[in-house]
């Protein structure tokens, strides 16, 4: 018999409740945002340089004149040999318009990055929609990782760098490879992996998943809808390439040097259709490209440690961070 809808702790299905709720009253007719009834739900983390389990942070500033920055996560306890660790540069979700890099709930999930995998990892903050349209989210990530090139972290082998994000991060992570990929102003980085976490794509045909799950927590049509209206160019349509990768004016990436790619989709995401045909695109385009499914993840399931899928994706990224490392350490032409 095929599951109908997902079974979630009570604890979980109060805080989606809750998210789901503040974010449809926040969301304005006129396309602007009522931010101070998001900070009641959006709790902070403040940077701590004393040792949590094994990790400390800091907050590193970019350009402070449009409030760049990205916090620095650094596991302390270093690998025997002085073996540098990777970097992760990693992009949060919340649809382009919320949250941040020092949100609670991302804070918990790049320390588990650090302390698990470990690696050094930067949380960008990147500017939000719609006070910041595109591709204003993309040039912030490209510009961090500018930053990194010319100011490596201690212990950090950024020839071993892997680019992390969900939903809208995920997007924004893909956005940022590509440039990366195209640059040839880097001096040490080099991206050599990414991990698209339920990606959000949109388009403007419905895809069978949208219609079927359209009540599914936290992603509703209505919701991204107004979602992608305020992050897209004035006048663009969902099937413009930042939101349609892979549709009729998507990107050409069969000439771009892409790095192996992890994608994840969870069941009872509506999104799940389109982020296939971003996998399918990939693998057309010559890309190296492996899909993990769990049937009964909703989207964002990784940032609630009470799910049984968020400890099987740590393990994941782990896995796929340690399988580059070997590959390039085998043949290091490929560095």
């Not at 992603?219 to 979602?227: A, E, N, Q, Y």
């Amino acid at each position: 018999m095929t599951q109908s809808s997902p079974v979630l702790p009570w604890k979980t299905k109060i805080a989606l409740k809750a998210l789901s709720a503040v974010t449809d009253f926040s969301l304005r007719d006129d396309g602007t945002i009522n931010r101070r009834l998001l900070s009641f739900l959006d709790f902070r983390a403040p940077p701590n340089s004393t040792p949590v389990k094994g990790v400390k942070t800091s907050d590193v500033t970019v350009d402070p004149s449009r409030n760049l920055w990205f916090r620095l996560f650094e596991p302390t306890e270093v690998p025997h040999g002085g073996e540098k660790l990777p970097v992760i540069v990693f992009f949060h979700g919340g649809g382009f318009a919320f949250l941040s890099a020092y949100s609670k709930a991302y804070d918990a999930v790049c320390r588990r990055f650090a302390r698990n995998i470990p690696a050094i990892v930067a949380s960008v903050n990147y500017r939000l929609s719609p006070e910041h349209r595109y591709p204003a989210q993309y040039d912030d990530g490209f510009d961090v990782l500018k930053y990194l090139d010319s100011h490596p972290p201690a212990n950090s082998d950024l020839s071993m760098c892997f680019l992390v994000g969900d939903s809208a991060g995920a997007n924004v992570a893909h956005h940022v490879t590509v440039r990366a990929c195209e640059t040839t102003t880097f001096r040490v980085v080099k991206v050599v992996g990414l991990v698209p976490i339920q990606p959000f794509w949109g388009g403007e045909e419905r895809t069978e998943s949208e219609r079927r799950l359209e009540g599914s927590p936290l992603v509703s049509m209505r919701r991204t809808d107004w979602l992608w209206k305020v992050f897209l160019p004035e006048g663009a349509d969902r099937d413009h390439e930042a939101a349609n990768v892979s549709g009729p004016r998507g990107r050409e990436l069969s000439g771009v040097e892409f790095p192996a790619t992890m994608v994840f989709i969870g069941g009872f995401d509506p999104l799940q259709d389109r982020q296939r045909m971003y996998c399918e695109w990939l693998k057309r385009s010559g890309k190296e490209v492996k899909v993990l499914e769990y049937g009964s993840a909703i989207h964002a399931f990784y940032v609630f440690p009470e799910l049984p899928e968020a400890s099987l994706l740590f393990a994941e990224v782990k896995n796929f961070v340690e399988k580059q490392k070997k590959r390039h350490r085998q043949n290091p032409s490929m560095m």
